[in-house]
């Protein structure tokens, strides 16, 4: 009776480690950190200043992240996407990420040495959804904009290489999603309200 008692005892703890040892198979126990502090750039707000330090560090320009307190699929991101530690470190190592706030009252100097509230700099960007992403290049022109959530880290990353490689220039970003098996799966699509953890 003593040994099945120790027998049950250890299936138990085997059973429930297995789905610990199932993520870690899977790759699904990642580093994660605070994205205020890992992804978005410390700024005071003045992008041509941040961007001359992009020239400087040979970066390939800057990520605008316009995004709203209550916005659940802002929240989303950050929470799922942007706290990535794999994500940040790519992102980092070619742009200077800089989140807005379209409601807010936080000045921001615009390319052209002009400083407004971010609430105006987003409505002078026509941004009045969130999230979105968008692409300067080094010279201040936004030569990519994404609207709406991101679903994974990995679709993300290819986000990311649709712009360093220059893919936006002849080919829609949808096309290039799905030539490398990001498509929309039949029109499902994931919301924060279906994401359970």
Request: aromatic letters at 12%.
């Amino acid at each position: 009776m003593l040994r099945t008692a120790k027998t049950r005892a250890a299936l138990a703890a085997l059973l429930l480690a297995l789905p610990a040892f199932a993520a870690l198979a899977n790759g699904a126990l990642v580093e994660t950190r605070d994205p205020r502090a890992h992804f978005f750039t410390q700024t005071f707000g003045d992008l041509g200043e941040e961007m001359q330090l992009a020239r400087e560090e040979g970066k390939l320009g800057m990520l605008l992240f316009f995004e709203a307190e209550d916005c659940q699929y802002c929240q989303y991101m950050l929470r799922k996407i942007l706290s990535q530690q794999q994500v940040q470190d790519w992102y980092n190592e070619r742009f200077v990420s800089i989140a807005i706030d379209i409601h807010g009252d936080v000045e921001i100097t615009d390319f052209d040495g002009i400083t407004l509230p971010s609430k105006v700099f987003s409505d002078h960007r026509r941004i009045f959804l969130t999230p979105v992403v968008a692409f300067v290049n080094l010279d201040g022109a936004e030569i990519y904009r994404h609207l709406g959530m991101i679903r994974t880290p990995e679709e993300f990353l290819l986000l990311g290489e649709y712009i360093e490689d220059g893919h936006y220039f002849d080919t829609e970003y949808r096309v290039f999603a799905a030539s490398r098996g990001f498509g929309d799966e039949g029109g499902a699509r994931l919301t924060p309200a279906e994401d359970t953890q």
